[in-house]
């Protein structure tokens, strides 16, 4: 089982910076892609990015295009959101997960139950 833990989340200002780290241990080998996932109250969890661990291709949702950066440091097992220009909108808790899907459409899709392991979820707000 792969284990993850989120941090980096806190309280920043709109248009401001946050870097959240997802680091894995475990049967890292086992996994193919890192999502990222938030979750605002009263709403249902969304997909926010996804990396494939192997080949380090992106997928973005289409609303932090531009604003969110994903990246993997294979060597410390951790996989990074950089998100800049924060709204308010972005407020939520930060949930990243692996998936053992090998396919490339794992992260074309970032569909939730593709992925099998989750993290507690860091909070992020968003707030002047």
């Known amino acids: 089982q792969l284990q993850l833990v989120e941090s980096g989340g806190g309280l920043v200002q709109p248009g401001g910076s946050l870097r959240l780290s997802c680091a894995a241990s475990?049967?890292?080998?086992?996994?193919?892609?890192i999502g990222w996932f938030r979750q605002a109250p009263g709403k249902e969890p969304e997909a926010v990015s996804c990396?494939?661990?192997?080949?380090?291709?992106?997928n973005y949702k289409y609303s932090v295009k531009g604003r969110f950066t994903i990246s993997r440091d294979n060597a410390k097992n951790t996989v990074y959101l950089q998100m800049n220009n924060l709204k308010p909108e972005d407020t939520a808790v930060y949930y990243c997960?692996?998936?053992?899907?090998?396919?490339?459409?794992?992260?074309?899709?970032?569909?939730?139950?593709?992925?099998?392991?989750w993290g507690q979820g860091t909070q992020v707000t968003v707030s002047s």
């Open positions: 475990g049967f890292t080998l086992d996994y193919y892609a």
């Open positions: 990396i494939r661990l192997g080949s380090g291709s992106t």
């Open positions: 997960a692996g998936s053992q899907r090998y396919a490339e459409a794992t992260c074309v899709y970032m569909d939730r139950p593709d992925f099998g392991s």
